[in-house]
């Protein structure tokens, strides 16, 4: 197969969802349809990093296991499925949103139940940074839930995005038969007990062969399907790929129904690897050249070696085993002969990998997030934000002869991005920022285990942070009058740290010269 060939039939994206939406039960059932795993209740282990800090920490210990679930790649039809994880739990959202730089698209699941949820909004903002191109799959149709041209209407109000049901359902709860796909004009009908969730796939909404396996339901459906087409947005390819339209499938992830028809669209919709942005020019996904940036660190197994491993989204060119890639912000050569892939549930040793696809390179805290690598050129990724941390706590260390472990260590997890780290420039204080609180936990953690610091996070008094641009004479004027508030991050940029929103708005009024952004992107 060609470069080409390789890299258009990837396809690269990531789930997003509210908490308990499905988005475990669906990613269990692609893999399965994609013949990864054998049964079901193989990924369902991972769940338990959502529900309290001594789960999350258990699963520490097997990080093994986190780490090869971080990628799945997988074969369906004829392209290659790379399915990025990301953390259930919201109080890691940082790390989702990171890993929704280094996807090409994302199925958006909701519930049926309870429609548009907190968490959802939030995601799907992050993914409009990018104009990221969005599936829709409403879950749970086993369940009585909401009216689904209600749905619509709540996805289409809440989230700002229009819909265009690809699939309609047949009933819901007790009555759901089955799903009807407006484009193929098929039918599949529902049972439970089927292997596979379909006992039977009709061809046309008008054969009498769906009025005697649903009765009156089946009426009802071409009376919906009516009302539907006329009522409804029909599928634009380009609205789709602008990130402006989202195509819906119904389902129950549950019963294995509608996970086919998603992944169809996935690989007869979504869009093969992307052109990505770079400082100096787009770097386009077939360029021969290698090229990719990191967008996630994940510590290893063990936890006495501090071995880590970066993740790197591939942007261009192909990847072989032992291969020199260029780190471009220290001009550093590496040579890469144990880069993993993520092939199914196994953690393999990397031949080749392709644009679209993610490798794992283990290293000892020599790799950053946001880092570009490349086959030699200058190239400098752009668009990994970091976000302005809501949760503010002082480290304080018990033993004071442990300081320099202490600063290390927070440095290097804050270069993972665990956490965020602030110095204000008028202090010795050591401030971190997180967006939830269990990321201070996983810190304090870590620093015991990894680098022998006893840590206490004592609350301070900052409600939120605001990065700084402006002249070097405007930013030192405003040092100079706030210097506790004016911090370096671990970038060494310039943050403001506010006490209040009042005090926020005061500072911007009397430095109007000065830009105060409320997320920053990693260099
Ligand atoms: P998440 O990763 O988005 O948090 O959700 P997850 O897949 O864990 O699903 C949350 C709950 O919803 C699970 O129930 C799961 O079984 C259930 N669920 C998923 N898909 C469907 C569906 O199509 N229909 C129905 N009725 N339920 C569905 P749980 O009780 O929390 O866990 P479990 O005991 O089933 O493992």
Same mark, same amino acid.
């Given at each position: ?39 079901? =209740? ?72 309870? /429609? ?20 829709? $799959? ?35 709860? @007790?009555?759901?038969? &089955? ?23 009709? +061809? &046309? ?9 649903? /009765? ?34 119904? =389902? ?5 129904? =509608? ?19 770079? +400082? ?15 967008? @996630? ?36 050569? $590496? ?9 199914? +549930? ?58 320099? +472990?202490?600063? @290390? ?23 971190? &920022? ?17 680098? &022998? ?13 605001r990065w700084l641009r402006g ?11 706030? =210097? ?24 911007q009024?009397?430095f109007p010269e000065i830009k105060f952004l ?6």
């Amino acid at each position: 197969m060609t470069l080409q060939e390789e890299i258009r039939r990837r396809r690269t994206f990531a789930i997003i969802s509210h908490p308990d939406a499905g988005k475990t039960t669906l990613t269990e059932k692609m893999l399965w349809f994609g013949g990864a795993i054998q049964m079901a =209740g193989a990924v369902r282990a991972r769940k338990s990093d959502r529900h309290a800090v001594s789960d999350w920490m258990e699963l520490e210990k097997q990080r093994g296991i986190s780490v090869t679930s971080s990628v799945m790649q997988f074969p369906y039809r004829d392209c290659i499925i790379n399915l990025l994880d990301t953390p259930g739990h919201e109080d890691f959202s940082e790390d989702t949103y990171r890993t929704l730089t280094a996807v090409d698209s994302a199925v958006m699941v909701i519930d049926s139940v309870n /429609g548009v949820e907190a968490q959802t909004i939030k995601l799907l903002n992050v993914c409009r940074l990018r104009d990221t191109p969005i599936l829709t $799959f409403i879950n749970k149709l086993d369940r009585e839930g909401k009216e689904p041209i209600d749905l619509l209407d709540e996805i289409e109000s809440v989230l700002q995005i229009q819909c265009a049901p690809m699939t309609w359902p047949i009933g819901m709860g @007790k009555r759901f038969r &089955g799903t009807y796909h407006l484009y193929n004009d098929v039918v599949s009908v529902f049972d439970p007990n089927a292997e596979k969730g379909t006992s039977e796939i009709i +061809q &046309g909404i008008d054969n009498p062969r769906l009025d005697e396996l649903i /009765g009156d339901q089946a009426d009802e459906l071409r009376i919906d399907i009516e009302l539907v087409r006329g009522a409804s947005h029909t599928f634009d390819r380009e609205a789709y790929l602008a990130g402006k339209q989202t195509p819906v499938f119904f =389902g129950s992830a549950m019963n294995n129904f =509608g996970v086919q028809s998603l992944l169809d669209a996935i690989v007869e919709l979504s869009p093969a690897p992307l052109p990505r942005p770079a +400082q100096s020019r787009a770097v386009e996904p077939d360029e021969p050249k290698f090229s990719g940036f990191v967008f @996630k660190i994940q510590a290893n197994m063990d936890p006495k070696h501090r071995d880590r491993i970066a993740f790197i989204r591939i942007c261009s060119g192909r990847f072989d085993r032992g291969m020199k890639l260029k780190q471009v912000a220290s001009g550093k050569l $590496f040579t890469v002969s144990n880069a993993i892939t993520f092939m199914a +549930q196994d953690r393999n040793t990397a031949d080749e990998a392709y644009a679209g696809d993610i490798i794992g390179i283990p290293n000892h805290g020599t790799i950053k997030l946001g880092d570009t690598f490349s086959a030699g050129e200058d190239l400098k990724f752009t668009g990994i934000p970091s976000f302005a941390p809501e949760i503010f706590r002082r480290a304080r260390i018990r033993n004071p002869l442990k300081m320099k +472990q202490l600063q @290390k260590g927070l440095h290097q997890l804050a270069e993972e991005g665990a956490t965020q780290l602030f110095r204000p420039i008028a202090s010795n204080d050591l401030i971190l &920022g997180a967006v939830g609180m269990l990321q201070f936990d996983v810190v304090a953690h870590r620093l015991q285990f990894e680098y &022998g610091v006893d840590v206490i996070f004592e609350p301070f008094d900052v409600a939120t942070a605001r990065w700084l641009r402006g002249s070097d004479a405007d930013l030192k004027k405003l040092a100079d009058k706030h =210097g506790f508030n004016v911090a370096l991050d671990n970038a060494d940029d310039y943050v403001y740290l506010a006490p209040n929103r009042v005090n926020l708005n005061l500072t911007q009024e009397r430095f109007p010269e000065i830009k105060f952004l409320e997320t920053r992107e990693i260099y």
